[in-house]
């Protein structure tokens, strides 16, 4: 493996997650600088930038995490149920779904409609299933599922803090950086130099075994 290809990897995952979080809080919190814009102070507009440029890359890191214990989980449960490992990601991902809507209904009580949490589970599977659908598109319809279940899983998993925080606009503020993140990262691994070598050294392995086995016989 090639440490400077996967460490270059990770420095762009950080900086898109930093900006993904500074562009989102243009939307989500834009009376931190309005503040600042009338009457006009560029200091304390830096520091309003620096401080959700902060806060995305403090989230990107998270998603990095995130993304190295899929990595292992994913190998070592795949070693463990063998053949059955879909079905079980799949089971998983419908908890995951159903918890992303009764826990945080729960937790807000009548305060907020049910149907808001439904809509928010929807577009969780929405957006993973149109990456999933691209990641099996670009490599085979065996990554479909994987790339479902670390898009639902892990990044409900990761989103965990920002639900427990009181009021919304900071439980948005993290889920845009994890979403941006985990996107790239499931998609950019198989276009990794070290990735491809071992994949073509897959393909151009079996057809010489083929021919092995039939000099064999």
């Known amino acids: 493996m090639n440490t400077r290809i996967l460490v270059n990897f990770f420095w762009k995952t950080f900086w898109l997650g930093g900006l993904a979080g500074l562009i989102a809080s243009f939307f989500i919190r834009p009376a931190e600088y309005l503040t600042y814009l009338s009457p006009f102070n560029a200091m304390e507009l830096f520091g309003v930038f620096l401080f959700f440029l902060a806060l995305g890359l403090t989230f990107a890191a998270v998603s990095m995490t995130g993304f190295f214990a899929y990595l292992f989980v994913n190998r070592m449960l795949l070693n463990l149920f063998k053949g059955f490992w879909p079905t079980v990601q799949v089971g998983v991902i419908i908890f995951i779904l159903f918890d992303l809507i009764y826990f945080p209904y729960r937790a807000a009580g009548e305060n907020v409609a049910i149907y808001w949490f439904i809509l928010i589970a929807a577009a969780m599977l929405v957006i993973a299933w149109i990456v999933a659908k691209v990641k099996a598109k670009e490599t085979n319809s065996t990554a479909f599922i994987p790339a479902l279940f ?61 021919k092995e086995q039939t000099k064999k016989a």
């Open 150 to 210: 670390f898009m639902i899983v892990f990044t409900t998993v990761e989103w965990v803090p920002g639900l427990m925080v009181d009021g919304t606009d900071y439980a948005w503020l993290m889920v845009v950086p994890l979403l941006v993140c985990n996107t790239y990262q499931i998609l950019m691994l198989h276009r990794l130099p070290f990735v491809q070598k071992e994949s073509t050294k897959g393909q151009q392995s079996t057809p010489k075994s083929k």
